[in-house]
């Protein structure tokens, strides 16, 4: 089992819908995906249709009272499980903060469910902020994509989520995490402005840029008001199309580096 982390401290980019519509696009090809939101706000928990508690979440698990196999949940969608969010969430950031493991607890937790092979990937929804849960599921990951709105401010907000990623490499807490991509959103073809910052990304960030942009769409904002992945709510639309083709751009990059189901 891999584990991404989706990651940009910056709020609006489309964290969560990447989240939430590349994990379901990865079980449409075969993939079995564990999906964790570690957002308070509970975007994709009530994105994909629950409505979780504080003990539903991953509250306890990181405190230690209980095993994070239990906190799984199977979805509706096959092949995708989830560990849900809610703003209890918030409370664990202040009781981890006080702990010397903060940054490697989370770490902990899911390498424990690697050997098991119960999923081929987990993705990680992260909160929009460098708070303790966001550099803790950085130190968890194996691998980030960042999700990148086209816009100026979204370049300054790379910069900083880059820099994060080579503290946390430098502090011994993961130094093998890999930014894996950097993935376009919101994209208007149309716009001088969105093929200018996809130019300079594409500059210092060739080989990390992926190919596939996700556009600017009605649908994709509607359907987390739905409870419904893209796939569900618009199956024949620009936004499923997509995120469809991300997924699969995903798998081939992997392919290309090594064994693409290898186990970690």
């Not at 401010?153 to 930014?179: C, M, T, Y």
């Not at 995903?250 to 290309?256: C, G, K, Q, Y």
Request: charged fraction near 20%.
């Amino acid at each position: 089992m891999k584990v991404i982390a989706i990651g940009n401290q910056k709020g609006g980019v489309g964290k969560t819908t990447t989240a939430i519509n590349l994990a379901a696009a990865l079980t449409m090809l075969g993939q079995r995906v564990l999906l964790i939101d570690l957002d308070p706000q509970a975007n994709t928990t009530s994105g994909i249709g629950l409505e979780a508690e504080g003990n539903d979440t991953l509250y306890p698990v990181l405190l230690g009272h209980c095993d994070i196999r239990e906190k799984i949940q199977v979805s509706r969608i096959p092949n995708l499980s989830i560990i849900p969010s809610a703003m209890d969430l918030a409370g664990v950031e202040i009781e981890m903060a006080r702990s010397d493991d903060h940054l490697t607890r989370l770490r902990g937790f899911l390498q424990g469910l690697k050997p098991n092979d119960l999923f081929e990937f987990c993705v990680v929804d992260t909160p929009p902020s460098l708070g303790v849960l966001m550099t803790s599921a950085l130190a968890a990951a194996d691998e980030v994509i960042i999700p990148l709105q086209c816009e100026w401010f979204g370049l300054e907000g790379l910069a900083k989520i880059v820099h994060v990623l080579e503290q946390i490499r430098e502090s011994g807490a993961n130094p093998d995490l890999k930014l894996e991509g950097i993935v376009m959103t919101m994209y208007d073809a149309r716009t001088n402005l969105a093929r200018q910052v996809v130019e300079e990304v594409s500059t210092y960030f060739p080989n990390e840029m992926y190919k596939t942009f996700i556009p600017r769409s009605i649908k994709l904002g509607e359907a987390p008001s739905h409870g419904k992945t893209i796939f569900e709510h618009d199956p024949s639309g620009n936004g499923s199309h997509a995120y469809l083709a991300m997924a699969e751009e995903f798998l081939s990059r992997r392919a290309a580096t090594g064994p693409l189901l290898a186990s970690s």
